[in-house]
């Protein structure tokens, strides 16, 4: 969206309402069963059977029983008949296929019944497994709809008007005619109605549904707002700086439905496990059949729908995906953003966490300490010169050396020709002269010498102008306070850490001994990390990097699993696998949780329904009848639906 385009305005249950509306079918056609079901059931009880045949002729209610069928059949059963065709269209039979065949079953024992002068006794089943297998699927509906609430509750954070700031007047307006660059006045108990940036005022804004940070933030005048927080306490004038999909909020949420709509692994191999399932439940079905029909017909028709009912895969289709959304809901609401499952899901595999040091185990929030001359150059000129180049980047070390210059009252001159080299540093022209600004790399890519000098404590970037070493500016970066934390958990989980760094090796050794890190590199590109991260896999080792999603991109790609970390406003970020849109390395460790809790219900899930349906069917097919033991089509739903049940509860809790 162009500047000064309209807003398109987020819809409010868009993401979630294909399964509302599922559910409403689902619990609509369940209803109008329900009602069909009572006369039929009526019909077929034998203890009913004399009375009704005081009132209406004996001739009538076979007839009438079969029409009820039938009616029950093609309403009720028509979301399974549907089903069946479409996994026949796909050529991967399944769930849909063994309820339509089971209840296809049903019906035609029914008219042979007729055909033979009988009452259609199996009119019970049919009515039993239809109300039971929309019962199930309604039940699935509205937990994926619960799963999927976060959607909404994202959706809602949206207000439906804002206030516009015009030549001083204030007008209420729909928020479809918020364009970027207007003033917008947000009160107290309001909400930010797009990403903005504070121009006078400041208020504590409530962020916990967008980053999951609990505690109030407080924003004030040069401060950004996300659209969708709360103001809590002080009325704010706002910039709009990104409305539409282009805000934070838009952003977050689609990829949580990516994340929704992407598959695992091991919900690939579920898939697979159904549809084998399924085949084995038809073949053992039919083997029932031919069995048992040399000593009874019903019994062996029984014997059929019963395997193809009881044996339905169901659980594995509801249980592995649920897991999967639950998971990614849990992660959206404390601000982990996942965008790739199968990533994800391998990361509880994981054995060594590789950190970028600056700005994820440090604050990134840099202040010049020192500047040493090596070429008799007033100090002065050297800060000007960097801050010159420095003032067209977005860097921390940028930050610090403009705050710096600043605060000497050094005005900042214009550069020319401005060039950000990855992992090296900045250039441009100043006053026709060339200036680089950057690390120990540096001075390998300009092929210069390391300079003679007593090494200074911190970060040391380098001014370099015609090609001669100015002079040097040391800077000091603070640990950030829950960096310790996360790395003291992370090794009692038994993980190995290693930290990665552009910095010298003096700084980067301070940080790895304060943080009771063993392995750190130190002076690397953004070449060099990416051959350590590839060493490291090569060892046989499972790696989750841990770093900034724009210049460590090329080492969270390589990496097994790549998170990026402090993402804030920045959440459309390729080069990760997941996203975490606050400043906390603690959240790392989070992430491993989900991924582990992730697939251990996955794991369940796939053992359960496999465990459970191999002991079902052997109790369907009647190989245990001498014992006593047997299950009726009607117990062989209930199993089913019980195993369903199981299953959304292993999922959910």
């Known amino acids: 969206m162009k500047s000064g385009s309209h807003y398109k305005v987020i819809p409010h249950a868009g993401y979630h309402e294909p399964y509302r509306k599922h559910e409403e079918y689902y ?209 704010i004038t706002i910039a709009v700086e990104r409305t539409g999909e282009r805000t934070f909020l838009a952003q977050v949420m689609k990829l949580v439905e990516q994340a929704y709509k992407s598959k695992t692994a091991i919900q690939t191999i579920a898939d697979r496990g159904a549809m084998w399932l399924t085949i084995v439940a038809i073949i053992v079905a039919t083997i029932s059949l031919v069995y048992w029909l040399r000593y009874d017909f019903r019994f062996a028709v029984e014997r059929m729908v019963t395997v193809l009912v009881a044996a339905c895969p169901h659980a594995l289709g509801i249980g592995v995906p649920l897991a999967a959304i639950v998971t990614s809901s849990k992660g959206a609401r404390r601000g982990i953003l996942i965008r790739n499952r199968r990533a994800f899901e391998h990361a509880v595999k994981t054995d060594t966490v590789v950190f970028d040091k600056t700005g994820t185990l440090t604050e990134g929030k840099l202040t010049v300490r020192e500047i040493v001359s090596l070429s008799g150059v007033k100090v002065d000129r050297i800060i000007e010169m960097a801050a010159a180049v420095e003032a067209l980047s977005e860097h921390p070390i940028a930050q610090a050396i403009i705050e710096y210059a600043e605060n000497l009252g050094i005005k900042a001159r214009s550069c020319e020709e401005f060039q950000a080299i990855s992992g090296v540093g900045v250039r441009g022209i100043v006053d026709g002269v060339e200036v680089f600004v950057g690390g120990p790399v540096l001075l390998k890519y300009l092929s210069l010498p390391s300079p003679i000098s007593e090494p200074l404590e911190g970060t040391v970037v380098y001014v370099v102008a015609d090609k001669k070493l100015l002079g040097k500016i040391a800077l000091d970066d603070v640990i950030r306070k829950e960096s310790s934390e996360a790395i003291n958990k992370l090794m009692k989980r038994g993980l190995e850490i290693v930290m990665l760094t552009g910095d010298n090796r003096k700084t980067a050794e301070r940080v790895a001994r304060e943080l009771g890190i063993d392995k750190f590199f130190a002076e690397l590109t953004p070449r060099d990390k990416v051959e350590i991260i590839e060493r490291l896999k090569k060892e046989g080792h499972i790696v989750t990097m841990v770093g900034d999603g724009v210049n460590d991109a090329p080492a969270l790609v390589t990496a097994d699993l790549g998170v990026a970390i402090g993402a804030g406003t920045q959440v459309a970020i390729e080069s990760a696998d997941v996203i975490l849109v606050r400043n906390d390395p603690r959240d790392a460790i989070e992430v491993l949780t989900f991924s582990r809790d992730m697939r251990r219900k996955m794991l369940l899930n796939t053992v359960w329904t496999l465990g459970y349906n191999t002991m079902i069917i052997t109790l369907a097919t009647g190989l245990l009848l001498k014992f006593g033991l047997i299950l009726t089509p009607t117990l062989g739903a209930i199993a089913m639906a019980l195993s369903d049940i199981v299953a959304i509860m292993i999922s959910v809790h």
Do not use: C, Q
């Open 27 to 235: 619990r609509g056609r369940l209803v109008v069963s329900l009602l069909l079901a009572l006369p039929l059931v009526l019909l077929v009880n034998p203890l009913v059977k004399p009375l009704l045949e005081l009132i209406l002729s004996r001739t009538l209610i076979p007839g009438l029983t079969l029409l009820l069928m039938l009616t029950m059949y093609f309403y009720g059963g028509w979301p399974f008949l549907k089903g069946m065709y479409e996994e026949a269209t796909r050529r991967r039979p399944g769930m849909m296929t063994l309820v339509s065949l089971g209840i296809t079953a049903s019906l035609v024992y029914g008219f042979i019944e007729v055909l033979l002068g009988e009452y259609p006794t199996m009119g019970g089943e049919l009515v039993f497994l239809i109300l039971v297998m929309l019962t199930g699927h309604w039940i699935e509906m509205k937990h994926s709809v619960s799963a999927f609430k976060v959607l909404k509750e994202l959706a809602s954070l949206v207000p439906s008007h804002a206030t516009l700031i015009t030549n001083g007047a204030l007008t209420e307006v729909p928020l479809s005619e918020i364009k970027e660059g207007d003033l917008v006045l947000v009160r107290p108990g309001e909400r930010v109605p797009a990403d903005g940036l504070i121009v006078s005022g400041k208020a504590h804004m409530d962020e916990s549904l967008l980053t999951g940070e609990s505690k109030p933030v407080l924003k004030k005048k040069g401060d950004n707002v996300l659209g969708g927080s709360l103001n809590l306490d002080g009325a």
